[in-house]
């Protein structure tokens, strides 16, 4: 169960959890690191939604006395063009997976708890995967935190705030940070 020891700390305690099924191709330009971009493509097949992100560079990831990474996030909505568009300006597919999993949230946090899948065939336009398009990796699941805010919000409350949230999920999960 995946779902175990969010049960009371998350407020979905008595709602559904959301969840999700989603496709998502990675997309990188030609040059080499650091100047290297990154663009996430990400397929709903719940409600068929495509959204492409831009994850700015980590900040503080190897700064081991800061509790939380901190980077800038845009999402923009977009039509099923925009993976020949996005050849079109020279950016590849570098990798794709499919992510199967809940969302919860507690106040600001998010979580999401999933299992990461090989895609064996890509096709966003499909209506929806077939069980023979994708394989399970690992039969572990993932638990991701996060917390979206505005830049002029206090960084360390932030930090504090998904430590404390962290350590409710001990012993069973050891939240790290991770880039």
């Known amino acids: 169960q995946s779902t175990w020891g969010l049960k009371g700390i998350t407020d979905n305690h008595k709602l559904r959890y959301e969840h999700f099924f989603d496709l998502e191709i990675v997309y990188t330009t030609p040059s080499q690191p650091p100047n290297q971009l990154f663009l996430r493509l990400r397929r709903s097949f719940i409600d068929n939604s495509l959204q492409l992100r831009y994850q700015g560079f980590n900040e503080g990831v190897r700064d081991k006395s800061k509790m939380t990474v901190t980077r800038s996030v ?56 077939n069980d023979t398009d994708y394989a399970l990796i690992s039969p572990n699941w ?38």
């Open 74 to 129: 845009t999402n923009v909505a977009c039509t099923g063009q925009v993976g020949e568009f996005l050849t079109q300006l020279s950016f590849r597919v570098d990798y794709s997976y499919v992510a199967k999993g809940i969302v919860c949230r507690k106040g600001r946090i998010k979580i999401l708890v999933y299992q990461v899948y090989k895609v064996i065939t890509v096709d966003l336009f499909k209506d929806k995967l």
């Open 142 to 179: 993932f638990v991701e935190v996060s917390c979206i805010a505005q830049s002029n919000v206090n960084q360390e409350e932030i930090a504090d705030e998904l430590k404390s949230f962290g350590d409710n999920l001990k012993p069973i999960i050891d939240l790290e940070k991770a880039e």
